[in-house]
């Protein structure tokens, strides 16, 4: 089999080879978009353009309804032929032939925008024509929903970069970006009505850079910030619509908003004043469920909506310490005027009347599983980043589902504890750990048929606390992000095969994307961050060659769960109720 990630469904390879013509001709019963038609150029090296009236067509694209929903069926011999059912079946033909291309394929445009991938310019020539091998492929994914959350909250990421994170999730097949705009520490999205979100929420004085194993807090000593326009947001939306991915926006509430309050104090319990978080983890300093508050989000989503397409706006939910609203008078009457038991229950009334205003607009509202509550529209999708237990509550629940689990599905943990992993963040997950997940539990899948909510998919998350650099962002992301991929689309998985064909063809393809994924056998020279391993605590040494052995991931068997977790770093379930980045329950 080629070294194709994900693995597709069937391959039968085929004597020969077929070799890319100059001009290569095409006749097609969809539309090729002209990101299409643009990256066949660079992939194939060749001139793409219709076939001529009466002469046969080198590549030809044909619907047969029969093909399963983004499936694609691929042939190779003396041409290449694409049988689809949808647009999106083609759009995953594409990207299966792009690696079938070769690593060129995968290799940036030279010009003065190089580091973007979709530079109009033409491919710089290989040495010899392309030349395909003969095949022929049958494929569709196993989750129609296959999702990766890119925290752009904690560190801002510079527009360029996450063009090129979405070029290359949408090369392993996966079809939707969550990005996580608004936290404590940051609110990365203009919202011209209120300028002062972005002229104060987007910067902070400082960020935490490591804790030592007693606890201590260790700060960079520099200022950080930034945001997207909504033009910046309107072209990352378009760059990824063409690519197959759907980019899904949050605004988190009534949680992880000190940002939001530090730009406009009234929004939150009794106007306290306060600065941009600089620190990780929980805080206590949550929105007022006042009347204000909910017309200002009103408004702010209606501004999210009018930048994002995608069916779902997620308004996050999660991690909502209740202590001020205990404490606030003003709060427990309004409680008391709802009719609502407890403040606890204005979390999910105040969720709902979002919900309620989203789904005005034609959308459907995305939470994280603790907005689950009878207060909350059954409409809505979870995400639901516990362990499965999260998942099967969700769907038991009523609510259509995402498998996002903390424990197998984030990819800001350590690959494995060696001192000379390049992180500070603590818990561990291992690339065979992740690719040997198997989420649809018999009790999930019970919950699932007893209410008929929907196992929507799964999706991996990239918190960013810990991820400062494009350096360390790439080295968490890859190859881990390869092998999610491939749990969320390959029907028969083999964690061998995987690394098998990692190491004979799909790794020269990351390297030609510029990618700094992490390597097999441990960090190279140039990833090593030794100071942090000083401020964390752990013990330095150079590394051997016994020692890189026993970085590699086959070399990791252990499974960590979520009980093997020393709370204190970023344990999402330590004793004290840390947040996913780690660092305590805070007061600003």
Request: proline content about 7%; charged content about 20%; some cysteine.
């Amino acid at each position: 089999m080629p070294a194709l990630v994900p693995r597709p469904g069937t391959v039968r390879t085929l004597t020969g080879q077929t070799r890319v013509p100059a001009v290569v001709g095409y006749s097609t019963e969809l539309s090729l978009n002209p990101w299409a038609l643009d990256s066949l150029q660079h992939w194939l090296d060749a001139h793409v353009q219709p076939a001529e009236a009466g002469a046969p067509a080198w590549l030809r694209v044909v619907r047969d309804a029969a093909v399963p929903a983004e499936g694609y069926r691929l042939l190779v011999q003396n041409g290449v032929r694409i049988t689809v059912s949808d647009a999106s079946g083609l759009t995953n033909a594409l990207h299966t032939l792009r690696q079938l291309a070769g690593p060129e394929a995968f290799a940036p445009r030279s010009g003065p925008e190089a580091e973007l991938p979709d530079v109009r310019q033409p491919a710089p020539s290989r040495p010899q024509p392309v030349v395909l091998d003969n095949l022929s492929i049958e494929d569709h994914p196993r989750f129609g929903f296959r999702g990766v959350h890119l925290d752009v909250a904690r560190h801002f990421i510079p527009l360029a970069e996450v063009l090129r994170f979405i070029d290359a999730a949408a090369a392993h097949k996966l079809n939707a970006l969550h990005l996580h705009l608004t936290d404590d520490q940051g609110w990365r999205i203009e919202i011209p009505e209120f300028p002062q979100l972005t002229s104060v929420g987007a910067w902070r004085a400082d960020s935490t850079l490591a804790y030592g194993h007693d606890g201590q807090q260790h700060l960079s000593g520099r200022p950080h910030g930034g945001y997207y326009t909504a033009a910046d947001l309107r072209e990352m939306v378009a760059f990824a619509r063409a690519r197959g991915i759907t980019v899904i926006p949050e605004i988190d509430v009534p949680g992880h908003s000190v940002a939001a309050i530090a730009a406009y104090p009234e929004l939150g319990v009794d106007a306290p004043e306060v600065d941009v978080w600089t620190d990780w983890g929980v805080n206590d300093c949550i929105l007022d469920p006042s009347d204000y508050t909910l017309d200002f989000y009103r408004r702010v989503l209606d501004a999210v909506m009018d930048i994002f397409d995608a069916p779902i706006i997620h308004i996050g939910g999660d991690e909502v310490p209740y202590e001020r609203w205990h404490a606030s008078g003003t709060v427990r009457q309004r409680a008391a005027e709802l009719g609502l038991d407890s403040v606890e229950l204005l979390h999910g009334w105040f969720l709902g009347q979002l919900v309620e205003h989203i789904e005005a607009r034609g959308r459907r509202a995305g939470v994280w599983h603790e907005a689950v509550s009878p207060a909350l529209p059954r409409t809505a999708v979870v995400n639901a980043w516990g362990d499965t237990g999260t998942v099967r509550d969700a769907l038991a629940a009523g609510y259509d589902t995402t498998i996002s689990c903390c424990s197998h599905l984030y990819l800001d943990y350590r690959e494995c504890d060696h001192p000379e992993e390049p992180s500070a963040c603590g818990p561990l997950l291992s690339t065979e750990k992740l690719y040997d997940f198997d989420p649809l539990t018999a009790e999930v899948l019970a919950a699932a048929a007893k209410t008929g909510a929907q196992i929507t998919g799964i999706q991996a998350q990239i918190w960013t606390e810990y991820l400062d650099t494009p350096d360390i962002r790439d080295y968490h992301a890859y190859p881990r992000l390869a092998a999610f991929a491939e749990l969320a689309w390959s029907h028969c998985r083999n964690y061998a095969d995987f690394m098998q064909r990692l190491k004979s063809g799909h790794l020269t393809r990351l390297a030609a994307a510029g990618i700094g994924f992490r390597p097999l056998a441990g960090p190279s020279p140039h990833q090593l961050r030794p100071e942090l391993a000083v401020l964390c605590g752990r013990q330095a040494e150079r590394m051997t060659d016994a020692s890189a052995h026993r970085l590699a991931p086959a070399a990791v068997p252990q499974r960590v769960g979520l009980e093997d977790l020393a709370p204190g770093k970023c344990d999402p379930h330590g004793a004290a109720k840390l947040g996913r980045g780690g660092g305590a329950t805070g007061t600003v």
